[in-house]
C-alpha cells in the first residue's frame, strides 16, 4: 500500500531551504508540483491506511471502528504472520530470516566475489554472470526456480542431481521445514549480483598506495581483505545492505509465484500476508494494519540512510 | 445516507417486480440496490473455469440465449478469482453474475452489500427448495437472506479406485468403516501400498476430515462444527482425526510415508492410483477426481468402469451420519447488477432446461434433482445418482470457514504427528476471532 521513499520529501525541504534563507514564492513555486505529488499519492495514501487499520474496514471502506484489534490479533493470534514458540514462524518471522540471512549472504558474496574477480583477467565476464539474474524479471527468475526445485527428478534439476547420488527427490517447495531456505536461496541469487557490482567499483577506488603499503608491512592477503578492504568500503557496504533491507521487506513477487505462501502459509512474508488478507480475503482493515507494521519497520532502516546522506554531505 | 437512497429506490422504484404479491413479510426487509443506469442489452457472467468446463456452460448461456433472445458472455477469470471480482466490484464495474467458488466469499460479499439477494430478482428461495437437492440452498443463504444458489456441484464423498487392481489383489470395496480398514490392511498385507494421499495440498486433507466427522457425528453437528457456533476442541473434531490417521491413513498405509504424502500435490495423488505405472490402490475424495485421472495429465487411457470407479465413503459403526448423507463442494452463483435481464438469467438458473443443458457437457453435476441421470455421461451418472439420491447434504467445510485459519495446515500438522488437542485449542481462538471480525 502507501509504502515509498520517505526521505525524498525530507532531503528537498533541507536544501530548498539553504540558499536564500527565506522561503520565497520560487521556492513555493518549484516545490509545488512535487509536494502536491508527494501529498495526493504518498501522505494521504498513508493516512488513510493509518485510519483503516483502526477499523473493521469491510470491501475497503470504513465500517466500524475497532481500535487496537487487528495490531493485537496480529500479534497474539494470527501463526500466519507471528507465532512465537520454538522455534517461531509466520510471515513477520519469515521476513526477519530474510533481512538476516538474504541481506549478510548477499553483501557476504558480493564482497568476496567482488574481491576475487579484481584479481583474474576474465573478470568482467565473470561480473556478467554473476550480475545477468539482475537483467531477469523477478517474475521469471520464480519460474525458472520453481523448475529447478521440482519434486521430481525428471522435471527438477536440483533433484536430477540429488538422483546421481542415489538421494531424493526432495520437495523443497513443499516442506515447510525447507521451502524459506529454498526461497532465501532464490533470492540471494538473484541480488548477488547488484552487491557485486557496486562493491567491485568501490574496491577499485581504494589507493593501490595503501594496499601496497599494508603488503610492505606484511601484512597477508586474509588480513588485507578484513583490516584495509571491508572498513575501506564499509559505506558502500551499508549503502548496499540498506537497500537490500529495504527491498527485502517489501518483498511479495517472488513468495507469490513460487509458493504463494504455501505449503499451508508457511513462505508467507509480511508484504504477501498484506495482499492476502486485503484482497482475497477483503479484510482490508486487518491488511492495512500489517501495511503500518511494514512502513513501520521501514522507518528506521529510512532514518539511518538520511543521517548518513547528511554526514556524507558534511565530508564533501 | 446511501442505506437510505438505496431503501427508497427499493420502495418506489421497481415496486412492481419485487415482491408486491403474497409474501411481503420476507421481502420488506431485503435491501434492493439501484439498477445501473448505463447497462447495456446483455450480461456477462464471470467465472474461473476455461477450456472444457467453459465449454460445457457456455452451452448454458446459449440456451438462455436461445429462450430469452439476451447475449450472455461468459468472461474467464482464471487466476485471483476473490481479488478481481472485488476489485472490479469496488471500482464500479461489476460483472452481472459472478459464480464464486467459496462461501466464505460470497458471505463477504454479501455483507459488503456487493450481491442482490435473490428477492430482488423475483427468485424465492421457498418456492424453489424442493427442486435442489435436499441441503443445497443452505449454502447461498447469508444471516437469514438468500444471496445465490448452488450452480454447480461434486461429490466429496467418493472412494476411487481401479477395479481390475482391485480383482487382482482379490479384494472387493467396504460399505462399512471397518470394512474400509480391513480392505486397507489386506491391500498392505500384500505388500501393496492402499492410499495415495496428496498431503501437500492441504484441501485434500480437509475433504477427508469433514467425510469423516459427518459420518461420525452426523449432518446437525457437520453444520454446528462449520459455523460461528462451531467448537473444535469439544472432542468430537479431535476425536474423527484421531480416527482417520490413526486406522485408516497411518504412515505405513500411506503411499511414500508421512514424508512421501506431505510432498504430494494433488493432481500427483491422482496419478499415484491412476497413471500408468501406479503405486497406490486408493484415493479418496471428490467426483472430479475421475475426470482429472482420464486427462492428458495423467491417464487419457482410463476406460470407466473396468480401469477406474469408486464407491460411496462408507458409514461408520455407531457414527451418526447415514451412507447418504454427504459432503459435497460446488461453485455458487450470485447477481451483482438488479437488473431485469439478470433476474430472467436467475430465474433461468433455476430451471431443470438450464441444469440439462449444462449436466450434458459432462464436467459438472447439477444441483437441480430433476435433471434426468440418463443426459449426464456414463462417466458420472453413478456420482449423479449418489447426489440425487442423497437424503441430506452439507457443503465443504474447509469453503464454509472464514479467511485466514488454516485446517488444512492444521491437518497436515496432525498427520507429521504434533498433538491433536493443542493444535485444535489453538485453532479455536483463531477462528472464533475470524468469525468476529469477519
Not at chain 2, 313 to 330: R, V
Request: with cysteine; aromatic share 12%.
Amino acid at each position: 500500500m502507501a509504502v515509498a521513499n520517505p526521505p525524498a520529501e525530507t532531503t528537498e525541504a533541507s536544501s530548498a531551504k539553504k540558499p536564500g534563507g527565506g522561503f520565497g514564492w520560487a521556492a513555493l513555486f518549484f516545490m509545488g508540483p512535487a509536494g502536491l505529488l508527494l501529498l495526493v499519492f504518498l501522505v494521504f495514501p498513508a493516512f488513510y491506511t493509518l485510519a483503516l487499520s483502526f477499523n473493521r474496514g469491510r470491501g475497503g471502506e470504513f465500517s466500524n471502528w475497532v481500535g487496537f484489534d487487528n495490531y493485537v490479533r496480529l500479534f497474539t493470534n494470527d501463526p500466519n504472520f507471528l507465532r512465537l514458540g520454538f522455534p517461531p514462524a509466520g510471515a513477520l518471522w519469515n521476513n526477519v530470516l530474510w533481512i538476516v540471512f538474504y541481506t549478510s549472504l548477499c553483501v557476504l558474496l558480493g564482497l568476496v566475489i567482488a574481491v576475487m574477480a579484481t584479481r583474474v583477467r576474465y573478470e568482467a565476464l565473470i561480473k556478467a554472470i554473476v550480475f545477468l539474474p539482475m537483467a531477469i524479471a523477478a517474475t521469471a527468475v520464480a519460474i525458472i526456480w520453481r523448475f529447478v526445485y521440482f519434486p521430481s527428478s525428471e522435471t527438477g534439476l536440483l533433484n536430477a542431481l540429488l538422483g546421481i547420488f542415489n538421494l531424493g527427490p526432495v520437495a523443497f517447495l513443499g516442506s515447510p521445514d525447507t521451502v524459506n531456505w529454498a526461497l532465501i536461496a532464490v533470492g540471494v541469487w538473484g541480488s548477488v549480483g547488484f552487491a557485486t557490482v557496486i562493491l567491485s567499483a568501490a574496491i577499485k577506488g581504494i589507493s593501490s598506495e595503501v594496499l601496497e603499503a599494508a603488503r610492505v608491512d606484511g601484512a597477508n592477503e586474509t588480513q588485507i581483505f578484513w583490516r584495509i578492504i571491508v572498513p575501506m568500503v564499509s559505506l558502500p557496504i551499508s549503502v548496499v545492505a540498506v537497500t537490500l533491507i529495504v527491498n527485502v521487506i517489501k518483498l511479495f513477487d517472488l513468495i507469490y509465484v513460487m509458493t504463494a505462501g504455501g505449503p499451508g502459509t508457511s513462505s508467507r512474508v509480511i508484504a504477501f500476508s498484506m495482499y492476502q488478507e486485503a484482497f482475497p480475503a477483503g479484510q482490508f482493515g486487518y491488511g492495512a494494519a500489517i501495511a503500518i507494521i511494514m512502513l513501520l519497520m521501514l522507518i528506521p532502516v529510512m532514518i539511518f540512510n538520511v543521517r548518513r546522506f547528511r554526514t556524507e554531505a558534511v565530508q564533501m | 445516507m446511501v442505506l437510505l437512497l438505496v431503501l427508497a429506490a427499493c420502495g418506489n422504484g421497481d415496486g412492481g417486480d419485487n415482491g408486491d404479491g403474497g409474501d411481503n413479510g420476507d421481502t420488506a426487509d431485503v435491501e434492493c440496490p439501484e439498477a445501473p443506469a448505463d447497462a447495456g442489452d446483455g450480461i456477462v457472467v464471470t467465472s474461473l473455469w476455461g477450456g472444457a468446463e467453459q465449454e460445457a456452460f457456455e452451452a448454458v448461456l446459449d440456451a438462455f440465449t436461445e429462450e430469452t433472445g439476451i447475449e450472455a458472455t461468459y468472461e474467464p477469470n482464471r487466476t485471483d478469482y476473490a481479488t478481481v471480482l472485488r476489485t472490479r466490484i469496488q471500482g464500479g464495474n461489476p460483472p452481472d453474475v459472478a459464480i464464486i467458488p467459496g462461501i466464505g466469499f460470497l458471505r463477504s460479499f454479501a455483507r459488503d452489500g456487493s450481491i442482490v439477494p435473490l428477492d430482488c430478482y423475483d427468485v424465492n428461495a421457498d418456492e424453489i427448495a424442493d427442486q435442489y437437492v435436499p441441503g443445497m440452498m443452505e449454502a447461498g443463504n447469508v444471516d437469514g437472506t438468500q444471496y445465490a444458489i448452488m450452480a454447480k456441484v461434486n461429490s466429496k464423498a467418493t472412494i476411487w479406485y481401479d477395479p481390475s487392481r482391485f480383482s487382482d489383489l482379490g479384494v472387493e470395496p467396504a460399505d462399512t468403516w471397518d470394512g474400509l480398514v480391513s480392505l486397507t490392511d489386506d491391500i498392505a498385507g500384500q505388500g501393496a501400498s492402499p492410499w495415495s494421499l496428496a498431503a501437500a495440498d492441504g484441501w485434500t486433507l480437509t475433504d477427508w476430515f469433514e467425510a469423516t466427522y459427518l459420518k461420525m457425528h452426523g449432518v446437525d453437528a457437520y453444520k454446528t462444527l462449520f459455523s460461528a457456533d462451531g467448537d473444535w476442541t469439544d472432542g468430537t473434531a479431535q476425536e474423527s482425526i484421531e480416527k482417520m490417521y490413526g486406522e485408516l491413513l497411518t504412515a505405513d498405509n500411506v503411499d511414500g510415508g508421512t514424508d512421501g504424502a506431505l510432498a504430494t500435490a494433488f493432481v500427483d495423488g491422482i496419478a499415484k492410483v491412476f497413471s500408468t505405472s501406479p503405486s497406490a490402490e486408493m484415493y479418496c475424495c471428490g467426483g472430479f477426481v475421475g475426470g482429472i485421472a482420464a486427462s492428458g495429465d495423467v491417464n487419457p487411457d482410463l476406460t470407466y468402469g473396468t480401469d477406474i470407479d469408486w464407491f460411496p465413503f462408507p458409514t461408520i459403526e455407531d457414527g451418526a451420519g447415514e451412507l447418504t448423507d454427504i459432503s459435497y463442494g460446488g461453485d455458487i452463483i450470485a447477481g451483482l447488477t438488479n437488473r431485469e435481464e439478470v433476474a430472467e438469467f436467475m430465474q433461468f438458473m433455476t430451471t431443470v432446461e438450464a441444469g440439462t443443458a449444462w449436466a450434458e457437457g459432462g464436467t459438472i453435476i447439477s444441483p437441480l434433482s430433476g435433471v434426468e441421470v440418463s443426459v449426464y455421461p456414463e462417466s458420472v451418472q453413478k456420482e449423479a445418482e449418489q447426489i440425487y439420491g442423497a437424503s441430506n447434504t452439507v457443503y465443504d467445510g474447509g469453503d464454509l470457514l472464514p479467511a485466514g485459519p488454516d485446517l488444512g495446515a492444521l491437518l497436515q500438522s496432525a498427520f507429521r504427528g504434533d498433538d491433536v488437542g493443542p493444535l485444535l485449542e489453538e485453532f479455536q481462538s483463531q477462528i472464533s476471532t475470524a468469525w468476529d471480525t469477519e
